[in-house]
């Protein structure tokens, strides 16, 4: 089988001879007779040359410098093509040989200089006339000491003299070529055993020499293209780093164009090469691994953008590579057939996942697939025109025009992939980020949106906070209301209990009032009869008087009776005063006596008095204050009557008073022998609404009450001591310094 | 002969308020007072006097000590029977009560009505009223 990349070039010129701007330029018939060839200014027009090589030459293997000379008979030697296969001469021929060729000109080439150029894969010296004209390589001693050509497309120059009859001895050396040797001697367009020597006229041979440089140009434009859409998608890559897309086309493109290097017959040689610096061997390999991994990348940038879960399997295809070509280092033939079918396998797959995101309407599809066909028919195209020899042989007559045409071929080969590929990943990139622009635009919106909830939302949250607040409040003022209206109640019960005690308290007085004056009516009226019958009147007077003040008295007893009776039920203004704290106590306890007497027939109790003279007068609020000593009082009243209702008639109720003065202040205490109070009701005792009387005989307020009198009304403390069964007793502490109102 | 009256209460006015409303029955011997000024001090001159002697005890209810209600249960549970009056500021119905409850003979309040006294001592005593 014929080296892939051989047939893939040997395409590559088919396809410039398709195009039949080629055809017609090569074919320049050639005349043999018995003379040799003829040749005329006609046939080496502008534009055309003549390949030699289409034509019988003389062939002697060896080497004799006579066989240069004009003179010399050769027509014992073998008649012989010079570009014969590699084993049309048995394969035996090995080392240097000698052919000649007869050349007839007419006048019209008369002292005209003529160009030579060959391709070959050995060294060559030309001779004209028996004179050496140049060569192409080195012939050494030894297959050793050869250089071979490396074909720089130089012409060699030779002056035609004034005679018809000329003869070309070319000294050649046909040595055994490494299959690699081989391989890159076909990329330069030439079979690598035998050569073909072309002739033309000089300044048209100078010009195509020209000419075939200026593929330099395309080639270092196509390289340079190729590592620019190589740096442009790595840097890509490099800002974008989670996806891969661009990195396997970005080295993808940098293979391809090391590829084009390394098979790149123009460039690569004509400056590589010269100075050794690598070998035509080493050259030859770059490209065939450049190619491969360069279809390689290439799959794995399209199953990345198609098929990411496959990438995998490219690595496994590259290793597997790798392994092969070590594996057949040795068998070019065996690679290049390996090569074949992956680079077949390659082509088709990415043909496949293409042709699979085009069906399934994925992004790009159609951009990557018609880059993909085109590149695909072009392949096609060299390789199977790889095949025509004919095309092949024509091609190396007419090397301007090939250079042009493949040079413009090529980028039907080289430019649609990387082009296609480039605009895919760019609008992908560009509807990635307008993507990107319109999720940004919608996430600004719904931030938006959710800002605009959220400020509704807070909104919503305040007004129902104001309305909690106004709420709360209205609720406030009416828990106030009725606190107040609760303490006011709380107040009239204590006084509705002192009513009936007040109501005592006055009556008697009233008694005394009332009748007091009737009798004084009666004493006027004795009085008068008295006078009347001359009696003495001075003992009625006397009663009289007696009575008066009798009344007056009691009127003054009533009066104070009333007047603390609207001390008690009057608003206290909460203005301290300092009072006699003895007697306010003392009167209270009366009033809580005699309201609980009056209310409670049989009740009993024996009041123990234990007053310290030294407590003097203290800052209170006298009727806050008496509210407490009548609430704690009459609670001790309650506690040991209801002891009194459950025991015998050996309980002796008792209630003691004891103020006290004391280093901080002053201390009261009321203590009783009731019934006591367990821990429960001891810890709920100054709890608001704690009762522990019958429903409806207690508001539950007053020591609650009593003790905000005491505490933040005196700044005092009211505490219980009491153990169950034993007794309760409320203590009252008062500081000297009264602290101020609240 | 004259009817002996006692009167129980602890303010001492009350002595001065009698003697002056029963001057004139005083004077003419028909009624005689006695004056204790609290239950117990009734008691001891119930025994001293003997209890015979007594038509009627007017008695106030609060009073230190020994309360009217007391005394009434007292004079009323031993023999003779001794008519008493209770004599009170009080005019809730709770007292009132409490009195019948030991048989009192009258329940009267203050401030007294000292003609329905009068006659309500004459009606016990078996007599006409005297006058006014």
Known sequence: MRPFLDGFLAGLLVLCASTGMAASVYAQPLTTSEDGIFLSAAMLEMGQTVDLSTVPWRFHEGDNPAWADPVYNDSAWALINTDFPSDSLGGAWQGIGWFRLHLRVDSSLHNTLLGFYTYHAGASEIYLDGEKIGGFGEIGTSAETDQIYIPKGLPLTAHLDDSDAHVLAVRYTNRALSPRQRAFHALSRYEPTGFALVVGANTEMVHRYTFSKSQIYTDALLMGMLLLIAALHLLLYAFDRRDHTNLFFGLSMLCMSIGHFGAGHVFGYQFLLVDGALNETLLFDIGFHGFMFFLLLLLATVYSLYAPRLVRYVWIAGLVWLIVWGMLWNSLDRTTDVAQILILLLFLETIRVTAYAIYKRQEGGWMLGASVLITALAFLAFALGGTSATAYRGALTDTPRLVTQTGFWLIFLFVPLPLGMSVLLARRYTSRSQRLELELERVEELSAQTLAQEREKQALIASQNERLEAEVEARTAELRQSQQQLVHAEKMASLGALTAGIAHEIKNPLNFINNFAEVNEELADELQEALTNGESVEDIIADLKQNATVIAQHGKRADGIVKSMMAHAREGKGEREAVNLNALIDEHVELAYHGKRAQTPGFNVKIERDFDEGVGNVEVVPQDFGRVILNLVGNAFDAVMERAASENGTYEPVVHVVSCKQAGGVEIRVADNGPGMNAEVKTKVFEPFFTTKPTGTGTGLGLSLSYDIITQGHGGTLTVESKEGNGAAFVITLPHAVAPAR | ?132
């Open chain 2, 1 to 132: 002969m004259a009817l002996k009256i006692m009167v129980v209460d602890d303010e001492k006015d009350v002595e001065m308020l009698f003697r002056q409303r029963f001057r004139r029955e005083m004077r003419q011997g028909e009624i005689e007072l006695l004056f204790a000024f609290s239950g117990e001090e009734a008691l001891e001159v119930l025994a001293a006097q003997g209890k015979t002697d007594v038509v009627l005890v007017l008695s106030d209810i609060n009073m230190p000590g020994m309360t009217g209600l007391e005394l009434l249960r007292r004079i009323k549970s031993e023999p003779p029977p001794v008519p008493v009056c209770m004599m009170t500021a009080y005019g809730n119905d709770d007292y009132r009560q409490r009195a019948e409850e030991h048989q009192c003979d009258g329940y009267l309040t203050k401030p007294i009505d000292f003609r329905a006294l009068k006659a309500r001592i004459h009606e016990l005593a078996g007599e006409a009223p005297i006058n006014g």
